[in-house]
């Protein structure tokens, strides 16, 4: 998952978006300015809704909504298995036609794409359908074996609803493949980013801690050590990063001058903070400090990135910047507060066992209470 953060600007080799020879016009300073608030904007807006929804995700019968927990074991493996993944994509851009390794991708992320942006606009578009929609159930269920032998591979209940939640995604989705437009790459990086943290379970603190800090290091040799991350995050066309572009108060919608953020830079920061959130509610003291520490040292974090990019004229491994404010911030707080204890040895329930399922229809009020006031 690319996770770089880079500046195009005065026609810096680092753009985001198609490459050519020629050298790009420099960018306005309120182009330049409009482009950095847009990309953070837009990497807060899945963490905040994703970590709120985390609190609330389903953990019953429907596959789609039961998270996905990650344990040291994984995390630990992570930055191994994403490295061996890029180098792999590089090679395979070196040796093969680009044009064909981004068509298939494309059809990839195209039905992903679809599905992942459904699922995000869901909860949000129920709140249109009239209460006379007729709205019909169905469920999709594979099983393998038979008798007492019976084994559920899928079972994936859905309505009418969902149906015109899919047929909405699917035209962003031929939108995306027809044309590549930025919009459409961000909507899709949207939905993967809030589909990521609101699905993605770090089972305890310590987890985080472990995958962070691998990420860290993987962030900062791979852009810092070698133009790997780089030459891919430019050939790779999909939607694994966030894009605005610097030119669009000269060119409109069809501006090309592209700043990015990678996924991974929203993801992996994002599921830490939704983890703090819900650990917040297993405090039981209707606060939310920790999230709010973590969330405020994100936008500390990311904003400290791109001053950096800035400056030095150089896409800048996020993370190296993201890992120690997201881990530091809170950790300082719970020192301060005596609480440090109680962090680490918070653990995340088992989404299988049904008493998580009891305990999370009692968190999901108090979540959304707190998070209004």
Known sequence: MDSALSDPHNGSAEAGGPTNSTTRPPSTPEGI??????????????IFFGALRSVRCARGKNASDMPETITSRDAARFPIIASCTLLGLYLFFKIFSQEYINLLLSMYFFVLGILALSHTISPFMNKFFPATFPNRQYQLLFTQGSGENKEEIINYEFD??????????????????????????NLFGLAFSLNGVELLHLNNVSTGCILLGGLFIYDVFWVFGTNV????????????????????????????????????????PGIFIALLLRFDISLKKNTHTYFYTSFAAYIFGLGLTIFIMHIFKHAQPALLYLVPACIGFPVLVALAKGEVTEMFSYEESNPKDPAAVTESKGTEASAS???EK
């Open 33 to 46: 300015a409009l482009a950095y608030g847009s990309l953070l904007l837009m990497a807060l807006l899945p």
């Open 160 to 185: 009418t609803k969902d149906l015109v939640c899919l047929g909405l995604s699917s035209i962003v989705g031929v939108w995306y493949l027809l044309r590549k437009h930025w919009i459409a790459n």
């Open 229 to 268: 991350m780089v030459t891919v995050a430019k050939s790779f066309e999909a939607p694994i990063k966030l894009v605005f572009p610097q030119d669009l108060l000269e060119k409109g919608l069809e501006a090309n001058n592209f700043a990015m953020l990678g996924l991974g830079d929203v993801v992996i």
């Open 369 to 371: 209470k707190g998070l």
